[in-house]
């Protein structure tokens, strides 16, 4: 079984003529929204072994500032990215590539809408909606390619917690 824990990047610049989408930064909003995440997954006490992150800008950045508050310097963990995380992607070239990923391990995955939600409905069958800096928690059985819905939270209940 691996959990997955689905979220979503945190707020970015407006996008704007003359700037591709996939340059767009997070904002601070969306870095402050990011360590409310990271907090709420250490409250939790999940060990992530892995992050991994669509090459979007802003998604990366979004996952580089989880890695910073989770871990310290000295961590050899890094943020890896993947094509099949792009918003455009179908959902089963990533579940490909989670076939070589370790059994029984933890993996933070950082991405875009539709995309993530596509990506749920796909594994688990639940039709949900994770607004920016959004959070799902999935169990995967790797043997049975299905997941189960754990968690969905957005921001307006991470502020809560």
Known sequence: M???????????E???????????????????????????LEELGFNVDRIVSSPYLRAYQSAEVILEEL???????KVETFD???????PSLF?????DFVDNSTILVVGHEPYLSSF????????????KGGVAVLDYDL????GTLKILLSQKVLKLI
């Open 14 to 40: 407006p996008q704007v003529d003359g700037k591709e989408d996939k340059d767009r930064k997070l904002v601070k909003k969306g870095v402050k929204q990011m360590r409310r995440v990271a907090n709420f």
């Open 120 to 131: 749920v409905k796909t594994i688990s069958g639940a039709n949900v909606e994770i607004k």
């Open 2 to 12: 691996i959990t997955l824990i689905l979220v979503r990047h945190g707020d970015a």
């Open 84 to 90: 099949d995380l792009t918003p455009d992607k179908e």
């Open 143 to 146: 043997k049975e390619g299905r």
């Open 71 to 77: 871990f310290d310097d000295n961590s050899e963990k």
């Open 95 to 99: 579940l490909e590539k989670l076939k």
